[in-house]
């Protein structure tokens, strides 16, 4: 394994938190020390991402979001990295897979804000996604009842964990999927942009 890589071991849990982070915010670091906790995950990496497909707008460069992402998220269990930069993948699906062949024996688990569930059944490939590891969904200000009754909830029902055995889930096999309520703190990084810029 490269040594910019993160790394991790045969039969740990990660959690993979995607995003372009631009910026990291207070929203981000709840949101990833509950999945740590409620999820019973040994690490997290934040996933920097070069940019979001289904935004028209890129982000900020990488270097000021890595550096930004590793002031805020100070936690000896969660890494920050842009290893989709360096794997050359923009796709969600397509880092899943490239991650699953370079960490054999690592249970991944996605993780996502509520709504991000609402729209996922328009991310590129992501029935190969929810076929591929499991789906931390955490609850975000709002996003509840969107994504519960959004497409790839009503798709996958059947393969819901109920929030009390969120434990549970970083064993399961994919297609599984759980959703909590977490203590929520409603901040977004399209928000303070907004602000930034008025």
């Known amino acids: 394994m490269r040594s910019e890589f993160p790394q991790a071991r045969p039969g740990q849990s990660v959690g993979l938190f995607g995003g372009s982070f631009d910026p990291p915010h207070a929203g981000h670091v709840h949101v990833t020390r509950e999945?740590?906790?409620?999820?019973?995950?040994?690490?997290?990496?934040?996933?920097?991402?070069?940019?979001?497909?289904?935004?028209?707008?890129?982000?900020?460069?990488?270097?000021?979001?890595?550096?930004?992402?590793r002031a805020i998220?100070?936690?000896?269990?969660?890494?920050?990295?842009?290893?989709?930069?360096r794997l050359g993948t923009r796709a969600t699906a397509d880092t899943v897979?490239?991650?699953?062949?370079?960490?054999?024996?690592?249970?991944?688990?996605?993780?996502?804000?509520?709504?991000?569930?609402?729209?996922?059944?328009?991310?590129?490939?992501w029935e190969?996604?929810?076929?591929?590891?499991?789906?931390?969904?955490?609850?975000r200000p709002g996003d509840r009842i969107s994504a519960r009754m959004s497409p790839a909830a009503r798709i996958?029902?059947?393969?819901r964990i109920s929030g009390g055995a969120s434990q549970s889930l970083v064993h399961a096999r994919?297609?599984?999927?759980?959703?909590?309520?977490?203590?929520?703190?409603?901040?977004?990084?399209?928000?303070?942009?907004?602000?930034r810029q008025s």
């Open 156 to 159: 996958y029902r059947r393969y």
């Open 35 to 69: 999945a740590l906790k409620r999820f019973g995950l040994d690490r997290v990496w934040w996933l920097v991402s070069p940019g979001n497909l289904l935004k028209a707008r890129g982000p900020a460069p990488m270097d000021v979001r890595l550096q930004s992402a």
């Open 73 to 85: 998220m100070d936690h000896p269990r969660v890494t920050v990295t842009d290893i989709e930069a």
């Open 97 to 125: 897979a490239r991650l699953r062949s370079l960490y054999p024996g690592v249970r991944f688990v996605w993780l996502m804000g509520a709504d991000n569930l609402a729209q996922f059944h328009r991310w590129k490939d």
């Open 128 to 139: 190969d996604i929810m076929q591929t590891v499991p789906l931390g969904v955490l609850a």
């Open 174 to 195: 994919a297609p599984a999927w759980c959703f909590v309520n977490v203590p929520m703190v409603d901040l977004s990084s399209t928000a303070i942009r907004a602000q």
